[in-house]
């Protein structure tokens, strides 16, 4: 089977290339440092993918994703509170999704991929694309890197089927909310 990246990947383990992502960082006074490792764009208009923007939260305030591999549920808790729980696809028994604690280490809007077996780069971003519109990477191993994603595919999502390559795969509308309530550096934790 060909695995895709992002130049990026629907659902299959993706190998960002490092062309630049957003972090926090706190010394005093809150900062912003640019650091590095977004997917290259290629397309036949040229586009750059959106990074991460670095919002300032309280430093009070505790925010992680859970995903629960059994439920096939992702949420958001927020100081303990559930603020968003969602269905989603994981990765096939032979392609498992890894199990954990991790953290958000990218951010993109309309990421585009990359077949790892052939270097063919699909043409299209955004909501049609096999990674739908929003990318939240949580694991880098080697050249690949799993990630929390949209898709063009919402029946997968719907009946939470075990289909993936390991990445997790919610439909665009969910994907949207939950890009927008986490930050780099979140943390994700992934439990049977």
Request: hydrophobic share 40%; proline share 8%.
């Amino acid at each position: 089977m060909d695995t895709l990246r992002p130049v990026s990947l629907g659902c299959l383990m993706v190998c960002l290339r490092c062309v630049g992502f957003s972090s926090l960082a706190a010394m005093g006074a809150v900062t912003m440092a640019l650091a590095a490792s977004a997917p290259a764009v290629a397309s036949a208009q040229p586009q750059q993918p959106l990074l991460a923007s670095a919002r300032v939260r309280s430093l009070e305030t505790q925010t992680s994703i859970h995903l629960d591999l059994r439920q096939r549920r992702i949420s958001v808790i927020r100081d303990g509170q559930s603020i968003g729980r969602w269905p989603v696809a994981i990765g096939d028994p032979k392609t498992p999704t890894p199990t954990g604690v991790f953290r958000v280490e990218t951010k993109l809007v309309n990421p585009q991929y990359e077949s790892t077996k052939s270097g063919r780069v699909h043409p299209v971003t955004g909501p049609a694309s096999p990674l739908g519109h929003r990318w939240i990477g949580f694991l880098q191993q080697g050249p690949n890197q799993f990630g929390i994603h949209g898709t063009p595919w919402p029946h997968w999502v719907k009946i939470r089927a075990a289909v993936s390559n390991g990445c997790v795969r919610m439909l665009n509308a969910h994907v949207q909310k939950l890009y927008e309530l986490v930050e780099v550096g979140t943390p994700v934790r992934i439990t049977q």
